[in-house]
């Protein structure tokens, strides 16, 4: 080939060759180049089965399951860019992440992968059909080893038989997971996709009229068990509570096409099944990773949202397979209709805030205020900000509100339980259960978690422009 052209001499032509040349081998080390954009990142996901033994007591009964329904897994999603930053995303169909037993796991896979612990995320899906996270270290949480849920119906169950042989499982059944995911890794390209999911969830903190009601005819005990139970009908003029409509859909495709893994997130707790069953199930979220398997093809991961106030819209068996069903159509269209984002180095923040406790959580753990953890994963617009505890719906509105990532995924139950529920402070003067038993926080704790999470987004986004 001729690399000169008819009005150019040779000797002009390499002063122009040469600096070109230097370019390109810039592009080609350092990954700017748009035709090796989807070279940049490598995915790799993997599962192992987490059921537990039947004899294992249910948190809410203090009696042995007996029953397993269904199966519950641990997720197990791999994140590598050009550079060799990785982060590891793990899903737990458990009823939370715990401080103690993300500590372990991440101590595993870190000494495993050769990565730094703080790259690691785990996340629960909240399913109250599953046990508790162990306790594997106490000092976490003062003198609140085992949470206040647990020991409302079983003392020590950290050394029950059982659940001692399962939590030995948990750990090396996610390790398991991990290294598969590891080994699994191939290039892939990144496609986000969002459709409205209310038609599945509600509200359950209506807010009641605070005055001019003269008379209401809601029925005694009307709540999701009453046999008029409508949630799309408010009764007493309440008006409703917010909600997060949206079920994103993050997509891993390979250079041919296919789906390699799946993200699909929203904000709903996993109690469809719970109480009307009492057996060991995946609920929703493991019906429908299931079924996007098949429609969608690849290893789906759900990564649950800050669900404190929101609940399926129908409760029971049947709910579960209509909820999973429908679910799977909708994230059909998400992925049909997805757009594909850039690719920038992975970046990965783990910081600790110090939550204030109420009077209740000062009286459970002894302490004046919870050392609480946001984490925070960046991938060009992608942010994914993991946050302890039961973030409630506006909680999540003002992160997403102020993120300077344009495709922002707020998660609660991740990476340890915080001060449990938590809200910002106009969720207090409606009460309930959430802002008054359910909490160990003061007031302010939820709106200093938005704060630190906002600051923790805008430098993540500032140190993402110094580095491109």
């Known amino acids: 080939m001729n690399l000169y052209s008819h009005n150019t001499t040779p000797r002009a032509s390499v002063k122009l060759i040469r600096p070109m040349l230097i370019f390109m081998l810039l592009l080609t080390v350092f990954g700017f180049s748009s035709t090796f954009a989807a070279e940049q990142l490598r995915v790799g996901i993997a599962k192992r089965n987490i059921t537990p033994s039947s004899d294992v007591k249910n948190w809410v009964t203090g009696k042995p ?12 999603l791999v994140l590598k860019d050009s550079l060799n930053n990785t982060s590891v995303i793990i899903s737990w169909d458990l009823v939370d992440a715990s401080e103690s ?23 629960a899906t909240h399913n109250h059909s599953a046990p508790w996270s162990p306790v594997y270290n106490q000092g976490f949480r003062g003198r609140e080893n085992e ?24 750990i090396n059944k996610t390790l398991e997971a991990t290294k598969e995911a590891m080994k699994s890794v191939q290039p892939a390209s990144i496609w986000v996709g969002r459709v409205d999911a209310s038609e599945f969830m509600n509200n359950r903190r209506p807010r009641a009229a605070k005055w001019g009601i003269e008379e209401s005819n809601t029925p005694d005990g009307y709540n999701y068990k009453h046999k008029d139970w409508n949630p799309k009908v408010l009764m007493g003029a309440a008006t409703f509570g917010p909600m997060d409509r949206a079920m994103s859909l993050v997509s891993f495709r390979s250079k041919d096409g296919k789906n390699i893994a799946t993200i699909f997130h929203l904000a709903i707790h996993a109690v469809a099944i719970y109480p009307y069953s009492d057996d060991i199930s995946g609920d929703w979220p493991s019906a429908a990773a299931a079924q996007m398997n098949k429609k969608l093809g690849g290893e789906s991961i759900f990564l649950q949202g800050a ?7 129908r409760r029971g068996p049947d709910a579960v397979k209509e909820m999973a069903a429908g679910l799977v159509v909708l994230a059909g269209l ?3 209709y997805s757009a594909k984002i850039s690719i920038s180095p992975l970046q990965t923040f783990q910081r600790k805030v110090s939550l204030p406790t109420s009077d209740r959580g000062k009286g459970r753990t002894g302490l004046e205020a919870i050392e609480a953890e946001v984490q925070l994963i960046t991938l060009g617009p992608l942010a994914i900000v993991a946050l302890p505890g039961e973030p409630l719906t506006s909680l999540a509105d003002e992160i997403r509100k102020n993120s300077p990532f344009p495709q922002t995924l707020v998660l609660g139950y991740s990476n340890g339980n915080g001060v449990h ?4 402070p106009d969720e207090k003067p409606h009460g ?37």
């Open 65 to 76: 399951y007996r029953v397993i329904k269904d199966s519950i897994f641990v997720r197990s």
């Open 307 to 313: 669900a404190g106030d929101i609940n399926p819209w």
């Open 334 to 336: 998400a992925y049909r």
């Open 147 to 170: 949470t206040w849920w647990t020991t409302r119906h079983i003392e020590n169950i950290n050394s029950d038989p059982h659940f001692a042989a399962w939590k030995k499982d948990l």
């Open 432 to 468: 309930g259960y959430e802002v008054e038993e359910g909490t160990s926080g003061a007031p302010m704790a939820g709106l200093e978690l938005v704060e630190f999470a906002n600051q923790m987004l805008k430098e993540a986004r500032a140190d993402m422009n110094i580095k491109n």
């Open 101 to 123: 037993a993300t500590e372990e796991i991440r101590k595993k896979i870190s000494e495993f992968a050769k990565i730094p612990m703080k790259n690691i995320l785990v996340n």
């Open 421 to 424: 529920y938590v809200c910002l």
